[in-house]
T-cell receptor, first 112, second 113 residues
């Protein structure tokens, strides 16, 4: 079965420190991977995607993600966290049958 | 503002009723997606339309149906509503049918009493 796992419900990090939000996936065929962010009472906003090519993907607001095929992971990273990065982050994968599967979300809290 | 509009913003209705949620995609986008977000189920993909045709179907109940019209707006119809259907329903759009990024609307909050 195809799935996405975000093992951490919440990640706390101090402002200025690097942050990592973890995501692992299971999908048949080539994975198409995405990260989205959701602020309170808002729809999701696209951050970045991996389709093919370079394993390190750069996205919006200074975020990047590393695709690791052997570990089936697509962790979201940022070198220096901001308080304004505090939000709910979703990892998603599109399967070969065009279905989109979202993880359960990780709440990021950046402490001042 | 993503450019995707959804109406209404809030909807309160009773069990057994039928409602229609409406979505207008970004200008030029051909694909429309519907999602259900609830506390216990998370974000669930319901269905995708591409240029008027159904492209993919996810965890959509038989009581639910959707369509995309020639002007590319889409409607999600929910019937025989149950308390468990209370959720936030999002519409998203993308340029085409390939794995492009999706742009999400603000959502419709449905409360079934």
């Amino acid at each position: 079965a195809q799935s996405v796992a975000q093992p951490e419900d919440q990640v706390n990090v101090a402002e200025g420190n690097p942050l990592t939000v973890k995501c692992t996936y299971s999908v048949s065929g080539n994975p198409y991977l995405f990260w989205y962010v959701q602020y309170p009472n808002r729809g999701l906003q696209f951050l970045l995607k991996y389709i093919t090519g370079d394993n390190l993907v750069k996205g919006s607001y200074g975020f990047e993600a590393e695709f690791n095929k052997s570990q089936t992971s697509f962790h979201l990273k940022k070198p220096s966290a901001l308080v304004s990065d505090s939000a709910l982050y979703f990892c998603a994968v599109r399967s070969g049958t065009y279905k989109y599967i979202f993880g359960t979300g990780t709440r990021l809290k950046v402490l001042a | 503002d993503s450019g995707v509009t959804q109406t209404p913003k809030h909807l309160i209705t009773a069990t057994g009723q039928r409602v229609t949620l409406r979505c207008s995609p970004r200008s030029g986008d051909l694909s429309v997606y519907w999602y259900q977000q609830s506390l216990d189920q998370g974000l669930q993909f319901l269905i995708q339309y591409y240029n008027g045709e159904e492209r993919a179907k996810g965890n959509i109940l038989e009581r639910f149906s959707a369509q995309q019209f020639p002007d590319l707006h889409s409607e999600l119809n929910l019937s025989s509503l149950e308390l468990g259907d209370s959720a936030l329903y999002f519409c998203a759009s993308s340029v085409g049918g390939q794995p492009y990024e999706q742009y999400f609307g603000p959502g419709t909050r449905l409360t079934v009493t």
